[in-house]
């Protein structure tokens, strides 16, 4: 019995379908396998499942289970390939069950049709990793674009920035050589069949996501999931033509997500971190993500400080210049959803434009409160509410034309709960504006401390709260903030996204 077992569902990875006409998706996965797999010492088999491909894939499968390990290979004049020819399904989880059902290794390495791995030994390596730990259930490697730039070393699902791919875009130095992630995409999913099998296997009501949903029951059992440095592999996904099946229209990408929250109690791509703690308090599934329950914010001495500091402090100033260019875009009502110490809130206030500041910290509301009565010009434009919880304010729907957050996103705990506040609070067609601390370039990490954006991640979290319409990707301006601007509009449906 092979010890690990290669395992390639395959759909439509041909020529054919590539856009151009000219990668062979198949063909060249195959090759690679080849080429890092010869001289591997481990005792491995590939397996590949054929889902009813329409195009030249298939044949493209038939003609590599001719070919045998080179000379030279532990497993030299063998086989390369066994082929399994099933009767198209379009329902992926079910060609992953049939392969883990054929299959004979303690080991499943999954691979897409569509990357290359690029990794000598590679098998090898993912044992190893496997192998020093049980309680380990996958294993993920670096993944890579062509041009060259890194697109994910694992994934976070339960996130204050909700669903994305880690270290997308950084540079392979800023990188860990080895990290524990809540989810290891499917494209390369390296995982303990036993783990698999305990859980259930795959679920074949997820047409898509049916990883990130097999994750979810692995944290939840307790199995770590890791990815690492030490095995890449680029991803050419962005080369191929949608494929003609059921799973990727957008009813079928809505009946996933819809079947993601039915089962898990939250949004795939957003989840409301409220609802996560509530159902699932006490369990791995939490601890794993680093999910914790709400606490109120406290402002910082420096925070406190800033009525005093801002006649002298150029950093300040200019801080409250760029939030007060951000409350400029909007003559209409405009509400402050997390003011701070709401410096900029009553400088607006003091041009003639209503301004609504919100604050969970009822003394600093108060002391804001006392400022604007005596100040003058403000105090018929500013109104000062202090609340339990920023997500939960008890305004009426649709009160402001305009809502803006400052520096608040990145602090609240719940940043999807927080959006979802904010639409409500909107009129149809009204603006969003939110200005987020930028994360510097490093590798996240997270807690109970700020959890700042990639230009990405804020665009992505602000589109699958739901409700709103960025109008731009996020622009950064000179001290470290990225501010992205949205319309609200009637629709309560996200922006289907799976990770592309």
Known sequence: MARATVIIPNYNNGRASSRDGTRDFLGALLESLERTLATDPTDLEILLADDGSTDDSLETARAWTRRVWPAGSPRAGKPMVRLLELSHSGVLSKVLNALHGSSAGEFLLRLDGDIVVETPHWVARCVELLDSDPHIGVVTGLQMLPDGRVHALGDAILSPLGYHHLGQGLPIEALPEVVEVEHAMGCFHASRRAAIAEVGGYDESVLRGQTEELAMRLNLANWKALAT?????????????????????????????????????????????????????????????????????????????????????????????????????????????????????????????????????????????????????????????????????????????????????????????????????????????????????????????????????????????????????????GIGRWQLAARSSSSAAHHIHFGA
């Open 229 to 477: 440095t030490r095995v890449v592999f680029t991803h050419f996904h962005g080369e191929r033509h949608w494929r003609p099946n059921a799973a990727d229209t957008e009813a079928g990408l809505r009946k996933s997500l819809d079947r993601f929250t039915e089962k898990w109690g939250c949004d795939r791509l957003a989840p409301d971190l409220a609802a996560v703690w509530q159902r699932w308090k006490g369990t791995p599934l939490v601890e794993r993500a680093l999910v914790r329950e709400r606490e109120p914010w406290i402002p910082t001495a420096e925070t406190q400080d800033e009525w005093m500091r801002f006649p002298t402090d150029a950093a300040l100033q200019s801080r409250v210049a760029a939030e007060l260019a951000t409350l400029r875009l909007c003559d209409a009502p405009i509400a402050v959803l997390g003011a701070g110490s709401g410096v900029s809130a009553l400088l607006r206030a003091r041009e003639g434009v209503a301004v609504t500041a919100i604050e969970e910290h009822e003394p600093s509301m108060a002391a804001l409160r006392e400022r604007s009565i005596h100040d003058g010009r403000s105090v018929s434009f500013l109104t000062v509410t202090a609340v339990a919880d920023l997500a939960h304010t008890n305004f009426a729907n649709a009160a402001f034309q305009a809502v803006t957050l400052l520096d608040s996103i990145e602090r609240y705990w719940n940043p999807v709960a927080l959006l979802r506040e904010a639409r409500r609070l909107l009129v149809a067609d009204g603006l969003l504006v939110v200005r987020s601390r930028a994360r510097a370039a490093r590798f996240e990490s997270r807690g109970k401390a700020l959890h700042p954006f990639a230009a990405h991640e804020l665009l992505q979290i602000v589109r699958h709260a739901g409700g709103l319409t960025p109008l731009a990707p996020p622009t950064l301006d």
